[in-house]
């Protein structure tokens, strides 16, 4: 039996939902380019479209809105758990935890349950986040978007048109993208018979890691460390040199120009282009691809999406803490359509491995 590290190359189901071409650059949601969806939809309707195939007319997206705007509220007990949870708990680790105390029985994945999640993950977020710093959380309200309302219950007031623009398109461009870890994590629970809330915590568990949805942050702490264009090649050198990573470079799938990122490299320009932040972004990139194809030549690394999503989470606002949990929020879209593509036609993943120890001596 052959070991393939990684499941590198590997297909483990057929799925209508994204293509993901590594060699050419594109990423699809259901027949229509992401980057195109980006631009002219609502965060609503990509998510309708994920769950239900098709983008929705005028009418099902403003029912689908208002379904989801009706959901917002969390459960008494959730909301006194999160008062509770150690304050050094890790936002992600609070977000399991919360997921899955929304369970209430075992439970078949259905759309309904998808959408009740999905609705309360932004008040989750806030709700933490203003625990502990101490600040009340704004009331609830349902006549502003997904993506409006999240901001809202952050930052206590409106964001502007170009904010909520801006981090719909980072929201839209991170909802789905084909068998990445944390979607097969989910599909692998699925799979057991499990249900939703116990697919989606595995599914953030594994968002949580540095390789994965990590990243965006820690590009942030990179970029603070650089700290000046001067200073770009030789800390790039002395990092590349120590063998370590550079995060926000090199993906598994792409090994071109990563579509997501080249779309929010627009979003976070048209946002922040004159920012000293956004200049010293786009100077590193560049001499961290220079440097990356001295010191790993025709390993093909380039910029992904996580190195751009900084830049737009922190034009809109949003502190260094709340990048990954935010990831969370836009790609609960994705997990909940694979556990339901999962549901109708599923075989339980089990892989095999291959044992290496030793034998009984008899
Ligand atoms: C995303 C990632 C985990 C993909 O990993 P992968 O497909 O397993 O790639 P590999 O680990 O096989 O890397 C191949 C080579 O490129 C190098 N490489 C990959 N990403 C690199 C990076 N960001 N910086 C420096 N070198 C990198 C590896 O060290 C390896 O070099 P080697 O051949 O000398 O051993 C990896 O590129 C990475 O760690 N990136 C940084 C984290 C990040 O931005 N994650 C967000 C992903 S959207």
Same mark, same amino acid.
């Given at each position: 039996m052959k070991v393939v590290p990684g499941l590198e190359g590997i297909a483990v189901t057929e799925t209508e939902l994204s293509l993901v071409d590594g060699e050419k650059g594109h990423l699809v949601y259901r027949g229509h380019w992401a980057k195109e969806l980006? /631009?002219?939809q609502t965060f609503e309707a990509v998510v309708y479209l994920l769950w239900y195939g098709h983008l929705p007319g005028k009418e099902e997206e403003q029912c689908f809105r208002d379904l989801l705007a009706s959901q917002r509220e969390l459960p008494v007990q959730v909301t006194e758990m999160l008062e509770r949870l150690p304050r050094k708990m890790d936002l992600?680790?609070?977000?399991?935890?919360?997921?899955?105390?929304?369970?209430?029985?075992?439970?078949?994945?259905?759309r309904e349950r998808a959408v009740s999640v999905l609705a309360k993950i932004p008040?989750?977020?806030?709700?933490?986040y203003h625990l502990l710093r101490g600040s009340r959380m704004p009331k609830i309200r349902r006549d502003l978007s997904?993506?409006?309302?999240?901001?809202?219950?952050?930052q206590g007031r409106e964001a502007s048109p170009a904010q909520i623009r801006a981090l719909e398109a980072y929201l839209i461009l991170t909802a789905e993208h084909g068998m990445n870890a944390s979607t097969f994590a989910g599909r692998v629970v699925a799979s057991t018979g499990s249900d939703l809330f116990s697919a989606l915590t595995a599914a953030i568990g594994a968002l949580k890691g540095p390789l994965h949805g990590g990243a965006p942050s820690e590009v942030e702490g990179m970029l603070e460390a650089?700290?000046?264009?001067e200073e770009a090649e030789p800390w790039i050198r002395r990092r590349l040199e120590a063998g370590e990573r550079l995060m926000g470079f090199g993906h598994r799938v792409y090994k071109?120009?990563?579509p997501r990122a080249e779309a929010l490299r627009k979003v976070s320009e048209g946002l922040s282009g004159e920012d000293p932040w956004f200049h010293l972004a786009v100077e590193v990139e560049r001499t961290a691809l220079r440097l990356l194809e001295e010191?790993?030549?025709?390993?093909?690394?380039?910029?992904? /999406?996580?190195?751009?999503?900084?830049? /737009?989470?922190?034009? /809109?606002?949003?502190?260094?803490?709340?990048y990954t949990p935010t990831f969370t929020l836009s790609r609960t879209a994705g997990w909940c359509a694979h556990i339901l593509e999962q549901m109708t036609h599923n075989r339980i993943i089990?892989?095999?491995?291959v044992y290496t120890g030793a034998m009984p001596c008899d």
């Open positions: 980006a /631009v002219s992600m680790s609070v977000l399991q935890t919360a997921v899955s105390s929304l369970a209430t029985a075992e439970e078949t994945p259905t008040t989750l977020i806030a709700c933490r997904h993506t409006a309302h999240y901001l809202y219950l952050l650089v700290g000046s264009v071109t120009q990563d010191y790993k030549p025709g390993r093909r690394l380039h910029t992904n /999406v996580e190195f751009y999503a900084a830049a /737009v989470l922190r034009a /809109v606002g949003l502190p260094k803490e709340l089990r892989p095999q491995s």
